[in-house]
């Protein structure tokens, strides 16, 4: 069976997975026409190396040297294609272009930078591999944005990204590791003023929340360890989200401990995180968050590079 390398360049992580393909020439596929072979995370922190809008050649050389190791590990699977592709830490950089090009020299592979709204597209068509979506809001909580994608009659619809996430929330508000509650105050109020400047913020709102990103897992694992190891939840509550933030104020020291068992490498970014889901519960009049299995990645794979042929 044929292999496909995606690599996701973003803000907070670079990813590759190795997907083993059932059948390169189907018309339409499910989560069921694919596996991953591998699943290969390197914590890049590539917003740290934006300075004044700018991607610096500092962040360039981390980006370019992590893809030159995913390179090797996916030519080990005989890849029938191998692809990157950027989100926002590339995206709202004021030299995009120039960093992209650079990246792609360095690395020896091209670099697609995704708009905003095709990267909301793309994860709503991965979301949809796995399950069916009649209706409600897909958020997709990355390391420097936010998506937002309304579902109705199963179709996407209004496509957004606000420019925040959950490790840009960390740079921009919180001086220590764990938020104080002014700054998990202050997250919040960026978001909701993020939210209200989108053109048709009142279409996000619906009962049910789909959420993918790596923002989103993490809440989950917490309240999974929290709860005493026990499987990650398929959905989770704003009382439930609301309660991770409640024990971060009151006893941060305990909430430290259980955090690094629960996602060590999101110790920073898990309570920014939660901070934006709780702002979005809030703000579009949600009951429950749906947690997604599969996202961006998968939807990448499916439309840029099963499909067209």
């Known amino acids: 069976m044929p292999t496909y390398g995606v690599i996701d360049l973003g803000s907070n992580s670079i990813r590759l997975v190795v997907y083993e393909?059932?059948?390169?020439?189907l018309a339409a596929y499910t989560s069921r026409d694919f596996k991953s072979?591998?699943?290969?995370?390197?914590?890049?922190?590539?917003?740290?190396?934006?300075?004044?809008?700018?991607f610096t050649p500092a962040g360039i050389e981390k980006a370019a040297g992590v893809l030159r190791g995913h390179v090797k590990r996916a030519?080990?699977?005989?890849?029938?294609?191998?692809?990157v592709f950027a989100t926002a830490v590339v995206r709202n950089a004021s030299n995009c272009a120039e960093a992209a090009a650079a990246i792609e020299e360095a690395c020896g592979l091209g670099?697609?930078?995704?708009?905003?709204?095709?990267?909301?597209?793309?994860?709503?068509?991965?979301?949809?591999?796995?399950?069916?979506?009649?209706?409600?809001?897909?958020?997709?909580?990355g390391g420097g944005s936010t998506e937002l994608t309304r579902i109705d009659g199963g179709c996407d619809f209004d496509n957004a990204s606000m420019g925040q996430g959950s490790l840009?929330?960390?740079?921009?508000?919180?001086?220590?590791?764990?938020?104080?509650?002014?700054?998990?105050?202050?997250?919040?109020?960026?978001?909701?003023?993020?939210?209200?400047?989108?053109?048709?913020?009142?279409?996000?709102?619906?009962p049910a929340l789909y959420g993918v990103g790596g923002s989103v897992r993490a809440a989950a694992k917490m309240l999974a360890q929290a709860a005493g190891g026990i499987p990650r939840p398929k959905t989770?509550?704003?009382?439930?989200?609301?309660a991770i933030l409640e024990w971060c104020r009151n006893d941060p020291d305990a909430f430290a401990h259980t955090a690094l068992k629960a996602s060590a490498e999101r110790v920073h970014t898990l309570v920014p995180g939660c901070v934006i889901i709780l702002a979005l519960f809030e703000a579009l009049g949600a009951e429950r968050l749906e947690v997604c299995k599969y996202g961006v990645r998968e939807g990448y794979l499916i439309e840029r590079m099963l499909l067209p042929r």
Do not use: Q, W
């Open 37 to 54: 072979l591998i699943n290969d995370k390197v914590m890049a922190g590539l917003s740290a190396y934006v300075e004044d809008g700018a």
């Open 21 to 25: 393909v059932r059948d390169d020439r």
């Open 111 to 141: 670099v697609n930078v995704l708009s905003a709204r095709d990267e909301a597209h793309l994860g709503f068509v991965g979301a949809t591999c796995e399950r069916a979506i009649e209706r409600g809001t897909l958020v997709d909580i």
């Open 236 to 242: 989770m509550t704003a009382g439930e989200i609301r």
């Open 75 to 83: 030519r080990y699977f005989g890849c029938k294609k191998l692809e």
């Open 168 to 206: 840009s929330s960390f740079a921009s508000h919180v001086r220590a590791i764990l938020p104080t509650a002014d700054e998990m105050g202050a997250i919040a109020c960026e978001l909701r003023e993020r939210l209200a400047a989108l053109p048709r913020p009142e279409a996000y709102r619906a």
